[in-house]
């Protein structure tokens, strides 16, 4: 029995997964190769809801996807790939195992990277992970009992798509929070400050940039650009000019840099620690090793444009990633990967979404227009089916670049849509 080993249950390891499980389906060969999927969890964490207030909807059990699709799960943590002997060391619960593989996807994701701000690592909570974001949770559901001190002030540092998406979320969040405290409307509003050092706010949003701030004002969060943090500690942060602002929690938003595991292998990574791979997902000078997701950079057909860490693109390089790693091992051809399209849709809490098109971001939807296309986007569109039926799995982890998402008709000024 050979063996398709994937690394990480994220959305390109799932999809890597399901989509090797496709093929060998397709070429009869399920008796003879095996696939396995390693993952630390027992779930599929929908990643991109981290900001959103209802967690438990984020998470996938595994073996509902990957019984059905005959594909076995190992509760562990990669620690080591060693290429030459096709091993990879997998800790699970302080025990380590060797586990042989003929090719491999990796698909371990990133993780948040910190800036050297001191006190930062240590003080500041994070959306990266739903561990995470479960620790916000609880953390704000303590704090905000009492008003002063900054125990109602919410500091998010970093005003990239993440901390836009979390700060746009806060003010109602946090006004819920203290009305079931008791807290009548004579309480002083919970404080939302999102701050960042460049010069503006969501700068790199092209076209949506200033409807971010718009909604930002509408919503009472304030913002503070061009800021340089000295220290974050348990009462605040306190900027290079020596001004303190008092919060409770502190949020980092700043940074995502790809998995470690990225380097074992003797290949010249990225800005960002990412691996090269090739057209068809294979790690370029690197025998039986695919990857798929944020640890992979693959460039687009019109050599232009390079993956983002990104669902959008970890999905489709995870589809490919899984047809072409059991294509190749069953010596068939396997597909190129092209996505010639980008769109960028943020959530901006109840003042709707924001949506835009190309590289280059122009702005194509706003408000309740685009916050309907990026409901359907997060509650739908990239979920695994849960039917449990292997044929729906399969269907949905064809070698296939999906559309963009199509934003419905403006039927009138005050932005009602349709999907
Ligand atoms: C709050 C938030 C909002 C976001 N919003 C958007 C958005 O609107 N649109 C968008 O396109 N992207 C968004 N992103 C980015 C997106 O979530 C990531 O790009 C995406 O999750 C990458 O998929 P992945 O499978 O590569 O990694 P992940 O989804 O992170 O999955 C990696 C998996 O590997 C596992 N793993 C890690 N290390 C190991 C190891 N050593 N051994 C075994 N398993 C391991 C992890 O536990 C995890 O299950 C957002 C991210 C965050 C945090």
Redesign the pocket.
């Known amino acids: 029995m050979k063996r398709i080993l994937i690394?990480?249950?994220?959305?390109?390891?799932?999809w890597s997964a399901l989509g090797a499980a496709r093929k060998l389906d397709e070429a009869q060969a399920t008796s003879d190769v095996e696939v396995v999927l390693?993952?630390?969890?027992a779930h599929?964490?929908i990643?991109?809801?981290?900001?959103e207030d209802d967690l438990d909807v984020t998470l996938v059990p595994l073996v509902e996807v990957l019984e059905p699709a005959g594909v076995r799960w190992i509760r562990?943590?990669?620690?080591h790939i060693d290429a030459a002997a096709k091993t990879v060391t997998?800790d699970t619960d302080g025990k380590a195992t060797s586990v042989a593989y003929d090719k491999l996807v990796l698909?371990?994701?990133?993780?948040l990277a910190y800036a050297p701000v001191e006190g930062l690592a240590a003080h500041a909570f994070d959306?990266?992970?739903y561990e995470g974001?479960r620790r916000l949770e609880q953390h704000l559901e303590t704090v905000v009992q009492e008003d002063g001190g900054g125990k109602r002030t919410v500091i998010v540092i970093g005003a990239g798509?993440?901390g836009v998406?979390?700060a746009a979320e806060l003010p109602s969040r946090l006004r819920a929070l203290v009305a079931a405290q008791g807290g009548g409307v004579d309480q002083p509003a919970p404080r939302v400050v999102l701050v960042d050092r460049t010069s503006l706010i969501a700068s790199a949003m092209g076209g949506a940039q200033p409807v971010i701030e718009q909604a930002m004002t509408e919503m009472g969060v304030e913002m503070m650009p061009g800021v340089d943090i000295k220290r974050v500690d348990s009462t605040g942060i306190t900027l290079a000019d020596g001004t303190h602002i008092e919060a409770a929690t502190v949020v980092w938003?700043g940074g995502?840099r790809a998995?470690?595991?990225a380097e074992c292998f003797p290949v010249e990574r990225d800005a960002l620690g990412r691996l090269p791979v090739d057209k068809h997902m294979q790690v370029a000078g690197v025998a039986n090793v695919f990857a798929?997701?944020?640890?992979a950079r693959a460039l687009f057909e019109d050599g232009k444009h390079a993956s983002?860490?990104?669902?959008?693109?970890?999905r489709p390089m995870?589809r490919y990633a899984g047809h072409n790693v059991a294509a190749d091992l069953l010596g068939l051809p396997m597909l190129p990967l092209d996505i010639d399209w980008y769109t960028?849709?943020?959530?901006l809490g109840p003042w709707g979404a924001v949506y835009t098109e190309g590289w280059d971001r122009k702005l194509a939807a706003q408000g309740q227009l685009a916050k309907k296309v990026k409901k359907v986007?997060?509650c739908e569109r990239i979920y695994p089916p849960r039917t449990g039926v292997r044929a729906d799995l399969f269907k949905a982890a064809e070698p296939s670049v999906q559309a963009p998402p199509p934003i419905g008709k403006q039927t009138s000024a005050g932005d009602s849509a349709e999907g």
């Open positions: 690394v990480g249950g994220g959305f390109a390891g799932l390693v993952n630390p969890t599929h964490s990643r991109v809801r981290n900001y562990g943590t990669a620690t997998v698909a371990s994701g990133s993780h959306v990266d992970t974001a798509l993440t998406e979390l938003c995502m998995s470690p595991l798929a997701g944020d640890i983002v860490m990104s669902c959008q693109h970890g995870g960028t849709i943020v959530d986007i997060n």
